[in-house]
């Protein structure tokens, strides 16, 4: 692994919170993601399970974690099974985990290998009545390729038909948009690898450089630093400010325009998510640094209104109204506008048509359940923004919100922000 080794203790408490929430006489299954093909006889890097990953902290394929905490013997009642290493292995990809390995990371005793998995996993379905089993159930997820989650729970209802089945993404869901310090902890240092890189891009950008080596810059830090990207970057400058998702990053930047930098850092499979928008020349002109403030004014704002008890839904409406105002101080909407709008189409939506905020985590639009209040240990993005398409430019501005009892923290506090600082810095790094 690239990144230093996680306090096991994150992962048996996260398992032993998961056992608290499973009914009487259960087991449950969570596999490993599938390592997928490209062409020929490629394949991409494995991506961790998420959830596999909370409750052991193995990134290794074709892992298999059982629970069954009722069990009738005490050695059944926490298994991982591992892929064995040989020696065609090992010359080709590298040693596997050890038993051992295995048992430090997470905190589990009993480690078998795969060969082992059947017998003992037939045993605990005949002693057990529930059975939970994983699935992306992500509201966002669009699944077209059959996981090897979904395999396995067409292969347990062939084979079992008459246990009780239990959707386990739903109390994943619940465990997961909560971080304990452990996992804030790891997030911090995903936010200072983005930091670096933040800083280290201020010093590079200008005219005539092109987006793609600024996402070379970005990996070079976040890579030297032990981790990498936490998704794929969006460089995007000029017009492409207002592409939301814009990830081709391969145009040149050019005097005069902006540059929107939606870029973050993983560390040890945790994300950071930051977003800047900074002035390619190192300047704002007075019309781009007054939606950015603008829109600096909103962030600032909706952070404030980040606490627990507060339904996402109500924040999401706060932004747009604190959104609507500014653009009606820009000019950009007029009272009439807005007096005569479709109440399903309102007129800002024009400048502003995405979401306010996300939970993050293991994954960067982490699971949980999104229409209940906000509580302590969220950490949640804020992302207001204001794209003007006929001036050609687009503004966002992100960082990364801990919800607390005493007051919200800005994971990203220490990134520069605001306009006058982010000029000050351009100007020093030249």
């Given at each position: 692994m690239r990144y230093r080794p996680i306090d096991p203790e994150l992962f048996r408490t996260n398992r032993e919170n998961l056992k608290r929430r499973l009914l009487k006489n259960s087991v449950v299954v969570v596999n490993a993601n599938d390592v997928l093909p490209t062409n020929a006889d490629g394949s991409l890097p494995l991506v961790p399970n998420s959830d596999l990953f909370y409750l052991t902290g193995i990134d290794q394929e074709e892992t298999i974690l059982v629970l069954a905490p009722d069990a009738d013997e005490e050695k059944h009642r926490e298994l991982l099974f591992l892929r064995e290493t040989n020696e065609q292995l090992a010359t080709w990809e590298g040693r596997k985990l050890t038993k051992e390995q295995a048992r430090k990371i997470s905190g589990i005793e009993r480690?078998?290998?795969?060969?082992?998995?059947?017998?003992?996993?037939?045993?605990?379905?005949?002693?057990?009545?529930?059975?939970?089993?994983?699935?992306?159930?992500?509201?966002?997820?669009?699944?077209?390729?059959?996981?090897?989650?979904?395999?396995?729970?067409?292969?347990?209802?062939a084979r079992y038909p008459l246990h009780d089945y239990q959707r386990l993404a739903r109390l994943m869901a619940q465990l997961r948009i909560v971080k304990s310090p452990l996992e804030v902890a790891v997030i911090r240092q995903a936010c200072e690898l983005t930091a670096r890189g933040f800083e280290r891009v201020l010093k590079f950008v200008r005219p005539g450089i092109t987006e793609t080596e600024i996402e070379a810059e970005l990996a070079h830090e976040f890579i030297r630093g032990g981790g990498g990207f936490a998704y794929t970057p969006?460089?995007?400058?000029?017009?492409?400010?207002?592409?939301?998702?814009?990830?081709?990053?391969?145009?040149?930047?050019?005097?005069?325009?902006?540059?929107?930098?939606?870029?973050?850092?993983?560390?040890?499979?945790?994300?950071?998510?930051?977003?800047?928008?900074?002035?390619?020349s190192g300047r704002f002109t007075r019309r781009q640094k007054q939606v950015y403030n603008a829109v600096l004014r909103v962030l600032r704002e909706t952070i404030r209104r980040m606490v627990p008890g507060k339904l996402p839904k109500e924040l999401q409406k706060d932004a747009e109204k604190l959104i609507e105002e500014e653009l009606l101080q820009l000019g950009l909407l007029r009272p009439a506008d807005i007096k005569k709008q479709d109440p399903e189409k309102p007129a800002f939506k024009k400048y502003f048509m995405h979401g306010v905020s996300h939970p993050l985590g293991l994954d960067v639009h982490d699971v949980g359940f999104t229409t209940q209040p906000m509580q302590p240990g969220w950490v949640l993005t804020c992302e207001p923004a204001i794209y003007v398409r006929?001036?050609?430019?687009?503004?966002?501005?992100?960082?990364?919100?801990?919800i607390t009892d005493s007051g919200n923290e800005d994971l990203l506090a220490d990134v520069p922000i605001e306009a006058d600082e982010i000029e000050e810095l351009m100007h020093a790094g030249r």
């Open positions: 480690v078998h290998w795969l060969n082992e998995f059947r017998p003992i996993f037939h045993r605990l379905m005949c002693e057990c009545e529930h059975v939970y089993l994983n699935s992306n159930e992500h509201p966002r997820a669009v699944i077209e390729v059959e996981t090897r989650d979904a395999r396995f729970v067409r292969d347990c209802l969006i460089v995007a400058s000029g017009e492409n400010n207002c592409v939301l998702h814009y990830i081709q990053n391969d145009q040149v930047c050019r005097k005069g325009d902006l540059l929107l930098l939606d870029v973050g850092a993983s560390y040890a499979h945790y994300r950071s998510d930051l977003t800047r928008t900074i002035p390619i006929e001036e050609g430019f687009g503004i966002r501005l992100e960082t990364d919100i801990l």
